[in-house]
T-cell receptor, first 115, second 115 residues
Framework: AQSVSQHNHHVILSEAASLELGCNYS??????LFWYVQYPGQHLQLLLK??????LVKGIKGFEAEFIKSKFSFNLRKPSVQWSDTAEYFC?????????????FGKGTLLTVNP | NAGVMQNPRHLVRRRGQEARLRCSPM?????VYWYRQLPEEGLKFMVY????????ESGMPKERFSAEFPKEGPSILRIQQVVRGDSAAYFC?????????????FGPGTRLTVT
């Protein structure tokens, strides 16, 4: 069975600091990878996704993620965070194939950005 | 994204009662997915439905849980004879077409508390 590990439960940064949130998955085959964000009081929203091609993926709001197949990782980065980035971030994996609708999520990382 | 509606947002049930959770997908979406988030866990896939059909219920507990998506009206996740372990957040998502090339849009979730 697939599983997703997010290393940090809660990250606290000051504005303008750089961000990297870790995500590792356990699945040996082809995977599709996602980062979702949940702002306070709002729904889960898709931040970015990787299916194939360039392993460096650009998302909305200046976020990017890098797929490193050899490390089974898909870390989320942003060079300079803002107070409005305060939210919970979820990494998710799909194994593709016949169940290419089924997402497995990590436990989430709460990011707090102090002004 | 705000188009996926779930109600109620919070539901309290005593052990042994029934819980009914409703999900109205975004306009034009005929594919619905239910996920459950247990405390301190990530979201986990439960079931995938199209109108009047259950496509994949591999993530549903074998007993007490059922789901439907009738021709008219919202999708319903039904939990009979609830137990404390059913306390969780239940999220619904919808998509225009199946497969993750079509984004799953999430609702705000229903938080079920079993006392």
């Amino acid at each position: 069975a697939q599983s997703v590990s997010q290393h940090n439960h809660h990250v606290i940064l000051s504005e303008a600091a750089s961000l990297e949130l870790g995500c590792n998955y356990s699945y040996g085959g082809t995977v599709n990878l996602f980062w979702y964000v949940q702002y306070p009081g709002q729904h889960l929203q898709l931040l970015l996704k990787y299916f194939s091609g360039d392993p460096l993926v650009k998302g909305i709001k200046g976020f990017e993620a890098e797929f490193i197949k050899s490390k089974f990782s898909f870390n989320l980065r942003k060079p300079s965070v803002q107070w409005s980035d305060t939210a919970e971030y979820f990494c998710a994996v799909n194994a593709g194939g016949g169940s290419n609708y089924k997402l497995t999520f990590g436990k989430g990382t709460l990011l707090t950005v102090n002004p | 994204n705000a188009g996926v509606m779930q109600n109620p947002r919070h539901l309290v049930r005593r052990r042994g009662q029934e819980a009914r959770l409703r999900c109205s997908p975004m306009k034009g979406h005929s594919h619905v997915y239910w996920y459950r988030q247990l405390p301190e866990e990530g979201l986990k896939f439960m079931v995938y439905l199209q109108k009047e059909n259950i496509i994949d219920e591999s993530g549903m507990p074998k007993e007490r849980f059922s789901a439907e998506f009738p021709k008219e009206g919202p999708s319903i996740l039904r939990i009979q004879q609830v137990v404390r372990g059913d306390s969780a957040a239940y999220f619904c998502a919808s998509s225009e077409n199946p497969g993750l090339y079509y984004e799953q849009y999430f609702g705000p979730g229903t938080r079920l508390t079993v006392t």
